[in-house]
């Protein structure tokens, strides 16, 4: 049996976490991109540390952080008179920090990718911050925002350590299609298993390789002049 | 903000982080070439005057608009300044047509007019039927053509140029030559060029400058500075090799000369006053002011300036030849270039030695190296 719940929450979530995540990475990207100033280096590895950190350590933290026992957790509370930890927005949250790098990074690199002297020349040109951005930048930066989302949500869709620390598995709520996997196993339900693995693989496979064939399609159409 | 026809006065200075000492003008109308080598702040100071770089010090004005002025805290945006700005690799929009370029510089148009102008603009640089290309499309001379239409569309005040010709063929550079040189004739604004090239210089700029360090070194018409530049620092960089040491002896004010001691020699080269006798000054000859005895003119005259000078080396370089000789007593060597011909009729090989005349018309003074 395909657990379409969790699918459904696994969906939910990766579309939360993109919405949310997408256009600070976008102004982060851009910055981190445009910007020299002390601390950058720091800065930047501090960004990327849920790459390399297992997680279930950024679980960990997250749990200590927001749990009841901590201040922030009971100020959360209080607000919202429920807790993160164990509850669908404590999942967005912990989504978010984790998929961090994978969405700032390749904005950064498409953002590094435009000529300094095509921002020069929009200046010249008067064309103003905004207007850049959106006629100039965005179409130029767009392979690697593309990414960014592609990459964001299918993390997210396949997150598991920090997912089952911070929620738990409680259906309908927390419990998300990689959740739902590893208790089908448990449970000794291979065929349920393999039916719901099998699904993400294509899945994955085929919004990859969508993403991948669009952003080769744009680079194509932006192609810099040669010299 | 715009002041086609007015003339733009830059005066900049700053320590770090990019050394700047510069103080250049340039009247509407006019072409300012500004020279040197890379790594000595032309673009920089391009930048600064487009308003995309906020230099620490200093004050620019284009006609009554003052731009900046570190004092008062005037710094206008690149887009409060109308400058018309073609960037070194042209800085065109990827993802744009020919035409949508140009479109981007006309926001200062109504929007139902932006598309016949710029059409017309890309017409006035020879680019009509390519209006729907990418710049991806184009040829390096058809992208710089582009960059030039879009910053003339904005109907700038001042129009910046930066090594304008460095990324196309030779062939494509002789005719934007005539192009640019045609367009400066209809264009009553300041152009400023920036250039490592002397010879693009000596063929459209009105006005030289020289710069090193950030710090601008001499300004004057290009022929000028070319053959009499004030330091050793921009002989150099005017590609001046002949420099020597010498002693002022006397100022002959009636033959317009100075004479110096240099070695066992007394030669003369234009009268330099600023030297009191006893001084110990540099001096340097250009090539063309190293006269060779030739077999077909005969002997050179009894005149002043003559030494005989013994061939070092001999390089044959397409049709001419470059020529290490010494002069007697005098180092560094001489360096010549001489056509091939005249190298095989005077038998100049490593070894030999002929006379030379230094035309003291073009043997000009300059102070002791620092």
């Known amino acids: ?227 | 903000m715009n002041c086609p026809g007015s003339d733009l006065s830059v005066k900049l200075r700053q320590a770090a982080p990019i050394p700047l000492d510069a103080d250049i003008a340039c009247p509407g109308g006019e072409l300012l070439a500004m020279v040197g080598p890379s790594g000595s702040g032309k673009s920089t100071l391009l930048r600064a005057i487009a308003g995309l770089y906020r230099p620490l010090e200093g004050r620019i004005v284009c006609g009554d608009v003052c731009w900046f002025d570190h004092a008062k805290g005037i710094h206008l945006t690149p887009q409060q300044r109308h400058v018309g700005f073609v960037p070194q690799h042209y800085g065109l929009f990827p993802h744009m047509t020919a035409l949508d370029n140009v479109i981007a510089g006309l926001s200062h148009l109504p929007a139902q007019l932006r598309e016949e102008r710029a059409g017309s603009w890309l017409a006035k640089v020879h680019l009509a039927g390519l209006e729907r290309r990418r710049p991806a499309e184009l040829s390096g001379g058809q992208q710089q053509r582009v960059a030039l239409a879009r910053a003339l569309a904005r109907e700038p005040a001042v129009l910046l140029l930066d090594e304008p010709f460095s990324a196309v063929d030779r062939a494509t550079r002789e005719t934007l030559y005539v192009e640019l040189a045609e367009l400066k004739r209809d264009l009553a604004l300041p152009i400023i060029m920036v250039t490592h090239d002397l010879n693009e210089a000596l063929l459209l700029a009105d006005r030289m400058t020289l710069l090193a360090h950030g710090r601008t070194l001499q300004s004057g018409q290009p022929r000028q500075v070319i053959a009499q530049p004030v330091s050793e620092t921009a002989a150099r960089l005017v590609g001046v090799r002949n420099l020597f040491d010498g002693e002022v002896l006397r100022h002959d004010q009636a033959a317009g000369l100075t004479w110096l001691k240099v070695g066992d020699w007394e030669i003369a080269g234009r009268l330099a006053q600023g030297w009191a006798p006893g001084s110990r000054v540099r001096w340097m000859i250009p090539g063309s002011g190293v006269r060779l005895r030739s077999l077909a003119r005969g002997d050179l005259s009894d005149g002043i300036n003559r030494l005989r000078i013994v061939i070092k080396s001999v390089l044959p370089l397409g049709d001419d030849c470059r020529i290490t000789a010494q002069l007697p007593g005098i180092d560094p060597p001489l360096n010549l270039q001489i056509p091939l011909r005249l190298a095989q009729e005077l038998s100049l090989k490593p070894g030999s030695s002929t006379d030379v005349m230094l035309r003291d018309r073009q043997l000009h003074i300059l102070p002791p190296s620092q």
């Open chain 1, 1 to 227: 049996m395909m657990d379409w719940t969790a699918l459904l929450l696994s969906i939910k979530l990766g579309t939360m976490t993109v919405l949310l995540l997408l256009p600070a990475a976008l102004f982060a990207g851009r910055a981190l991109a445009y910007h020299r100033f002390h601390g950058k280096p720091l800065l930047e590895a501090l960004l990327a540390v849920p790459l390399v950190l297992p997680p279930t350590v950024v679980g960990y933290y997250l749990l200590v952080c927001l749990g009841g026992q901590s201040w922030i957790g009971q100020s959360i509370e209080r607000l919202f008179g429920q807790p993160l930890v164990f509850h669908f927005s404590g999942l967005v949250l912990a989504s978010i920090i984790v998929n961090v790098p994978f969405a700032v990074q390749p904005i950064q690199r498409a953002f590094e990718g435009i000529p300094h002297e095509v921002r020069d020349a929009a200046a010249c040109c008067g064309i103003g911050y905004w207007r850049c951005l959106l006629t100039v930048e965005l179409p130029l930066a767009w392979p690697g925002i593309l990414t960014a989302l592609v990459l964001s949500f299918a993390h997210t869709i396949g997150e598991f350590g920090v997912v089952l620390m911070v929620g738990g598995s409680i259906p309908g709520e927390t419990k998300t299609v990689a959740i739902a996997i590893y208790d089908q196993v448990q449970a000794f339900d291979f065929n349920a298993a393999g039916r719901m693995s099998l699904f993400l693989l294509l899945f994955s496979v085929a919004v990859l390789g969508l993403a991948n064939g669009l952003g080769r399609r744009i680079g194509r159409r932006h192609e810099l002049p040669r010299f």
